[in-house]
């Protein structure tokens, strides 16, 4: 007699699903090393952790664009005559002081007035300008500070940016004028950004460098709000009144010459 098997029961089941989940162990199959899982489970986290401190410490958001205006018109002076007594730092050691960078509150010159907005003095040159071109050149060349400094006048309708640069000597702010020619696509100084004043470098505006001795002195100029509505001759006049602000370098090339009594 051939005794019959229940083939659907519940225990025969059991056993085909336990067969068909765990395949048996064969020769020469290994399991996953883990110190491998171990790592990988680190690398994750360390992921995690990074992302989250991304998004806490910038709220998600990315970064304020970079002011990478030009001006429309750049005219450079290499000349420096009346500096040589400071065409090199070392005899004229001393930073320039938040004092001196903001001592010109007021400029006035022919039919404009100008109040100063803000001042600002850093010593990390690379903050105050952008393109990789100019920043290696101000690396190179020994730039220690930067000035910028921004006016708006009496009436309204002009701002200015004022800018010097510290450098070695006055071979490297030589170079430094040459790369801020439009046409060499170095760079430029970032334009001081301050509440309450039209947003500088958007319209016909015009900059004016000058060598000081081991500075280069920057005047750039515009109509508030970047009107258009503008000639060349009227920002040259509004250049010359900005400039005022460089008076303190006077001082100090009296220092150095033994001249005048200096800042």
Known sequence: MIE?????????????????????????????????????????????????????????????????AVPTAYTPDFNGEGFAEIADRSADGRAITEGEAASAKELKGGAYSFTLAESEVTGDCKSATWGARLQGDLAKFGCSQIVRSAYVSHDKKHVGQ??????????????????????TGAGWVTPLKVPDVPAFGSGFSAAYAKTY??????TWVERA???????????????????GAADFLYGRL?????????Q
């Open 4 to 68: 019959a098997s229940d083939t659907g029961s519940s225990q025969a089941a059991e056993e085909g699903r336990k067969r068909d989940f765990w395949p048996a162990d064969k020769p020469g199959r290994k399991l996953p090393n883990p110190k491998l899982l171990y790592g990988a489970s680190a690398a994750l986290v360390a992921v995690i952790v990074a992302v989250v401190a991304v998004l806490v410490f910038t709220g998600g958001e990315d970064a304020p664009a970079v002011n990478k």
């Open 225 to 243: 709000g970047g009107d258009k509505s503008t000639t060349l001759n009227e920002l040259i006049d509004v250049s010359l009144v900005i400039e």
């Open 162 to 183: 004022f800018f010097v640069i510290n450098m070695k000597d006055m071979q490297g702010v030589q170079q430094i004028l040459r790369d801020l020619q439009r046409e």
């Open 254 to 262: 009296d220092l150095a010459s033994g001249t005048g009594a200096g």
């Open 213 to 218: 001795g081991h500075y280069a002195v920057i």
